[in-house]
């Protein structure tokens, strides 16, 4: 990647600076390499003099201006005077109050498209993950009935944050956790529902599946087996809706009865017992956890000796701890913030020595507006997806940083025009398709050759600023990954598609790309090719469809 060029070439001029003894010695930070938001300043830009002024105890200004002067640039990139020479740069400038700005140059700018076009769908896959394996749980509902709109925001960021993952070399399973157990008070609940003895989860919907399993619960008189048993109808419903409707793939359905069933529960118990974290009071077992950073001790078995739900939950992450993830990602709803310091400080108890992040999805509602069909507080994702579509749905609900509150503009979804951000992206690749088929009525010296590759390389052509700007917008593909990955910040991927898109119909708008130039033609219908392909991708990486035509 071409960040990790520049801060290669920053490390050196700082290591070669002390070397020569014009810099003291210290260690070297993280070099932050940024892209400017003012264009003028640069394709990157580094503050790494800022960062070491204190260290190196000279000005910050001096150093940047010491750093640039390591920097010889040259067209190819030969040795200059026995200093840094870096032929994919055009200039380095030192600014006030200290930092440093980096211009590529055009002749490296060219050769990105030869790159993007050879590795097609590849484009943009890392290695930083090191094919360590990470479990992402996500969507994990309530049990008790169909998903709600709540549920569709963890639900399509989970799926596109484990694509993130994989496409930065990471092993990625993905897992649903059902809690099911007979000894949860919801399924309880549910079971009275069940046996017409009272109405608090009773829905149309539930009604037709308690008919349909009318037979089965005649003959149960226990309110926990039959809200264990009306929870695995349901829970078949949602299966087969994520797997069908939302395009979920799951590779693990985890139930907590299982942990009931072979013994984990009493097991984990006895293993807190033995380490002496257990102690009794009120006539419930707590669990001394207040010590390993959460805010108190929590009940692990209840007054009536039932195991509360911490407890089958520490067992679950027990056994995912066993499993040997190297990182594990919990995404929860809302209502579960307070759980956060709870399970971090199992993870210490249990002694996980792999990352355990839980990322927590803040609450959805429906702007105000023509919804007719919406009653109630509680609406059904899978109204949403029939009302706007998944494409929509999936980039309306990724467009949004997961730790804010969201409001969901269904209106604006359902538009087929610009004004609608997810019609906007795939217009841009129907237009692109649409430019490429084209091309195939051009003379066979200006056509795409068989496989797709184009018969013309003449790429030092482009040189237009909406062409070049362009290709700098493709380049960062793979930066986009690799910070996304870092830091799960999955709104990136949706704003990305935008600003390409943005960048993709300014250069259409400027640049006649079915020219009679045969050499320019080829070289933008390569640019096109190459754009589709990493349009394409970032459709994918969200799980949204790439039309050819619209």
Same mark, same amino acid.
């Given at each position: 990647?071409?960040?990790?060029?520049?801060?290669?070439?920053?490390?050196?001029?700082?290591?070669?600076?002390?070397?020569?003894?014009?810099?003291?010695?210290?260690?070297?930070?993280?070099?932050?390499?940024?892209?400017?938001?003012?264009?003028?300043?640069?394709?990157?830009?580094?503050?790494?003099?800022?960062?070491?002024?204190?260290?190196?105890?000279?000005?910050?200004?001096?150093?940047?201006?010491?750093?640039?002067?390591?920097?010889?640039?040259?067209?190819?990139?030969?040795?200059?005077?026995?200093?840094?020479?870096?032929?994919?740069?055009?200039?380095?400038?030192?600014?006030?109050?200290?930092?440093?700005?980096?211009?590529?140059?055009?002749?490296?700018?060219?050769?990105?498209?030869?790159?993007?076009?050879?590795?097609?769908?590849?484009?943009?896959?890392?290695?930083?993950?090191?094919?360590?394996?990470?479990?992402?749980?996500?969507?994990?509902?309530?049990?008790?009935?169909?998903?709600?709109?709540?549920?569709?925001?963890?639900?399509?960021?989970?799926?596109?944050?484990?694509?993130?993952?994989?496409?930065?070399?990471?092993?990625?399973?993905?897992?649903?956790?059902?809690?099911?157990?007979?000894?949860?008070?919801?399924?309880?609940?549910?079971?009275?529902?069940?046996?017409?003895?009272?109405?608090?989860?009773?829905?149309?919907?539930?009604?037709?599946?308690? #008919? $349909? *399993? @009318?037979? =089965?619960?005649?003959?149960?008189?226990?309110?926990?087996?039959?809200?264990? !048993?009306?929870?695995? %109808? /349901?829970?078949?419903?949602?299966?087969?809706?994520?797997?069908?409707?939302?395009?979920?793939?799951?590779?693990?359905?985890?139930?907590?009865?299982?942990?009931?069933?072979?013994?984990?529960?009493?097991?984990?118990?006895?293993?807190?017992?033995?380490?002496?974290?257990?102690?009794?009071?009120?006539?419930?077992?707590?669990?001394?956890?207040?010590?390993?950073?959460?805010?108190?001790?929590?009940?692990?078995?209840?007054?009536?000796?039932?195991?509360?739900?911490?407890?089958?939950?520490?067992?679950?992450?027990?056994?995912?701890?066993?499993?040997?993830?190297?990182?594990?990602?919990?995404?929860?709803?809302?209502?579960?913030?307070?759980?956060?310091?709870?399970?971090?400080?199992?993870? #210490? $108890? *249990? @002694?996980? =020595?792999?990352?355990?992040?839980?990322?927590?999805?803040?609450?959805?509602? !429906?702007?105000?507006? %023509? /919804?007719?069909?919406?009653?109630?507080?509680?609406?059904?994702?899978?109204?949403?997806?029939?009302?706007?579509?998944?494409?929509?749905?999936?980039?309306?609900?990724?467009?949004?940083?997961?730790?804010?509150?969201?409001?969901?503009?269904?209106?604006?979804?359902?538009?087929?025009?610009?004004?609608?951000?997810?019609?906007?992206?795939?217009?841009?690749?129907?237009?692109?398709?649409?430019?490429?088929?084209?091309?195939?009525?051009?003379?066979?010296?200006?056509?795409?050759?068989?496989?797709?590759?184009?018969?013309?390389?003449?790429?030092?052509?482009?040189?237009?600023?909406?062409?070049?700007?362009?290709?700098?917008?493709?380049?960062?593909?793979?930066?986009?990954?690799?910070?996304?990955?870092?830091?799960?910040?999955?709104?990136?991927?949706?704003?990305?598609?935008?600003?390409?898109?943005?960048?993709?119909?300014?250069?259409?708008?400027?640049?006649?790309?079915?020219?009679?130039?045969?050499?320019?033609?080829?070289?933008?219908?390569?640019?096109?090719?190459?754009?589709?392909?990493?349009?394409?991708?970032?459709?994918?990486?969200?799980?949204?469809?790439?039309?050819?035509?619209?």
């Amino acid at each position: 990647m071409t960040r990790e060029k520049i801060k290669n070439l920053v490390q050196k001029a700082i290591q070669k600076a002390q070397k020569e003894k014009k810099l003291a010695r210290f260690k070297i930070p993280e070099i932050q390499v940024e892209k400017p938001e003012d264009k003028t300043h640069g394709d990157y830009s580094t503050n790494i003099a800022l960062q070491i002024a204190k260290a190196a105890k000279r000005n910050p200004i001096e150093i940047a201006r010491l750093l640039t002067s390591y920097f010889r640039l040259s067209a190819k990139g030969e040795t200059h005077q026995g200093r840094q020479t870096s032929g994919f740069l055009n200039k380095v400038e030192m600014v006030k109050p200290g930092f440093i700005n980096f211009f590529l140059s055009e002749a490296y700018l060219q050769k990105q498209i030869s790159e993007i076009l050879k590795r097609k769908e590849k484009y943009g896959q890392l290695k930083i993950g090191k094919n360590q394996k990470v479990n992402v749980e996500f969507i994990s509902a309530n049990p008790t009935g169909p998903l709600h709109i709540g549920n569709g925001r963890g639900a399509f960021f989970g799926d596109c944050l484990s694509n993130i993952l994989e496409k930065a070399g990471y092993r990625v399973i993905r897992e649903y956790y059902i809690n099911d157990a007979k000894v949860n008070t919801q399924i309880k609940i549910l079971g009275k529902t069940a046996l017409n003895r009272g109405i608090t989860y009773l829905t149309k919907d539930l009604e037709s599946k308690i #008919k $349909i *399993l @009318g037979p =089965k619960l005649k003959k149960i008189t226990s309110e926990a087996e039959a809200g264990n !048993l009306l929870a695995k %109808k /349901i829970q078949k419903n949602i299966r087969d809706f994520i797997d069908k409707k939302l395009k979920i793939k799951f590779d693990n359905w985890i139930t907590e009865e299982d942990f009931y069933k072979k013994s984990r529960i009493k097991k984990i118990y006895e293993q807190l017992k033995k380490k002496g974290l257990t102690y009794k009071k009120e006539g419930a077992q707590w669990l001394r956890i207040s010590k390993f950073g959460a805010t108190k001790d929590e009940v692990i078995i209840r007054q009536t000796g039932e195991p509360g739900y911490f407890l089958s939950d520490i067992a679950y992450h027990q056994d995912k701890f066993k499993r040997g993830f190297s990182k594990i990602i919990n995404i929860w709803g809302a209502d579960h913030q307070g759980h956060v310091p709870r399970i971090k400080a199992v993870a #210490k $108890i *249990l @002694g996980y =020595k792999g990352d355990l992040d839980v990322l927590i999805s803040q609450m959805v509602r !429906l702007k105000r507006g %023509k /919804i007719s069909k919406r009653k109630g507080e509680i609406v059904a994702l899978e109204w949403l997806i029939n009302e706007v579509g998944l494409d929509a749905a999936r980039f309306f609900y990724l467009m949004r940083s997961l730790d804010t509150q969201m409001e969901f503009d269904v209106e604006l979804a359902k538009e087929r025009s610009a004004k609608s951000p997810v019609y906007y992206v795939q217009y841009a690749h129907a237009r692109i398709s649409s430019i490429l088929r084209k091309a195939t009525s051009y003379p066979p010296k200006a056509r795409l050759a068989k496989g797709g590759k184009l018969q013309s390389t003449s790429y030092n052509l482009l040189t237009h600023p909406s062409e070049l700007g362009l290709i700098k917008e493709l380049m960062r593909f793979p930066e986009v990954i690799e910070d996304t990955a870092n830091d799960y910040q999955v709104q990136r991927i949706p704003q990305y598609a935008i600003n390409l898109a943005t960048s993709f119909h300014k250069f259409y708008r400027d640049c006649k790309v079915l020219t009679k130039e045969k050499g320019l033609k080829g070289a933008r219908l390569g640019l096109v090719s190459a754009t589709q392909n990493v349009l394409k991708n970032t459709l994918g990486l969200m799980g949204i469809s790439a039309p050819e035509k619209m």
